[in-house]
């Protein structure tokens, strides 16, 4: 296309009130840097004189299609942008295509999502200091446990809710999805709810995880209060979060903001261990899921929740016998963060390999390692690891 990116815009004001966009959260000097010989990147679209008054380019704002190809921008995008001078494509989450043909794309991706997109250097700091502080005790585990309103309300899963907080999931339902019948049970037996904090706290323990376990807990606003909390504590009672372990006032005041989300998402990727509870649309889960897999095969647990949902539907209806070993049947299936090839439809964030990696024996001599690759990880890759970097 050849053309030139303006800064993107953050759509963070329907859920999370916060509209410090790109400029709030990312390092916007060292995004531009890194992408230099990618695209040209500009901060604001340009402006123009005509008829002695200075004006602005006004962009045709597009809705691309879901999972367009990239034929798609080279030409209707494209012819647009000539037509117009500047298109903004709104809103832009998964449109585009995350399998193409063209190897360099995909490497693209990798060097946005994984060196380009860098927070803030304050943002950096404070999670660093967070992480160093859980490690003077040992190693940790962190866990996004994504049982907030709006993944409650998308999934449909009300039936273990008061009739008053079902009556609030509908309604947040009705405000911001589109309508569609969803029967609890029927959700719930092919693993489509969010596992429930006593779910993962059962889950964990079956894996040999005691209470001793020190946990960092990387989540907005859990639905339901701390009644659905308590079980889980009675089973691991370390648990910390970005306030427990560092409560400076700038992130108590953003617990709704992005300044929370970010520290969580650098502390979840330094962690020893991260799980995901529900990695379906959950771009955070997803993109930690690839971004740990990219530095280094880092040890993640995924629950296969349609795999667990029968064994902990027996277990409420107290067929307890066998249950654990029940559950560390299904999870012996699972892939602890290693390489491993990516099979429909796990999606390209989650797992960049092989295209964003180089092989020691490769078919395409494209993707073939350097002769020094020894050096270039024990140099380069590690100054770009978010543990290592200048703060």
């Known amino acids: 296309m050849n053309a030139t990116l303006v800064l993107p815009e953050l759509d963070a004001n329907s859920f999370w009130h916060d509209n410090s966009g790109f400029h709030g959260i990312y390092d916007v000097e060292h995004f531009i840097k890194v992408l230099r010989y990618d695209v040209h990147i500009v901060e604001s679209l340009p402006e123009f004189r005509k008829n002695g008054m200075t004006k602005k380019i006004k962009a045709l704002q597009i809705n691309p299609p879901r999972d367009a190809p990239v034929s798609w921008y080279t030409t209707v995008a494209l012819e647009k942008m000539i037509q117009h001078g500047a298109i903004y494509l709104t809103p832009f989450s998964h449109h585009l ?11 693209l991706r990798c060097r946005v999502n994984y060196h380009a997109l860098r927070f ?4 950096m700091s404070l999670s660093q200091s967070i992480v160093d502080k859980l490690r003077t005790q040992g190693r940790f585990m962190s866990i996004h446990l994504r049982f907030e309103i709006d993944m409650l309300a998308f999934a449909g ?22 309508p569609k019948k969803l029967v609890y ?6 693993g489509k709810c ?22 960092y807990l990387a ?16 089973l691991f009672p370390y648990v910390e979060n970005h306030s427990s372990v560092d409560p400076f006032e700038d992130l108590a005041g953003n617990i709704r903001g992005l300044l929370g989300p970010a520290v969580d998402y650098m502390v979840c990727l330094l962690s020893d261990i991260f799980m995901p509870t529900y990695d379906g649309p959950s771009n955070f889960a997803n993109n930690l899921l690839g971004h740990r897999l990219y530095h280094g095969f880092l040890t993640t647990l995924r629950p296969d929740r349609k795999g667990l949902a ?3 539907i027996d277990r409420e209806k107290g067929k307890t016998a066998g249950f654990e070993e029940a559950v560390r049947q299904v999870m012996r299936k699972a892939n602890f963060g290693g390489p491993h090839r990516r099979i429909s439809p796990e999606s390209f964030y989650t797992n960049s390999w092989p295209e964003c990696f180089c092989q020691l024996s490769p078919q395409n001599p ?10 270039i990880l024990t140099g380069d890759l590690d100054s770009s690891d978010p543990s290592k970097q200048d703060l």
């Open 194 to 215: 969010p596992l429930t904090p006593e779910e993962v706290g059962l889950l964990l323990r079956a894996m040999g995880f005691d209470s001793s376990t020190r946990i």
């Open 219 to 234: 989540a907005g606003e859990l639905f339901g209060g701390e009644k659905f909390m308590r079980p889980f504590r009675s």
């Open 185 to 190: 049970n029927d959700r719930r037996a092919i």
């Open 157 to 178: 899963c009300f039936d273990i809710f008061t009739p008053a907080q079902q009556k609030i999931l509908k309604k947040y339902q009705e405000e911001n999805f589109e």
């Open 310 to 312: 029968p064994i902990f």
């Open 366 to 375: 494209a993707d073939k390692c350097p002769v020094n690759v020894l050096e």
């Open 120 to 123: 803030k250097p304050e943002i």
């Open 97 to 107: 295509s995350e399998e193409v043909d063209n190897p360099e794309y995909q490497r």
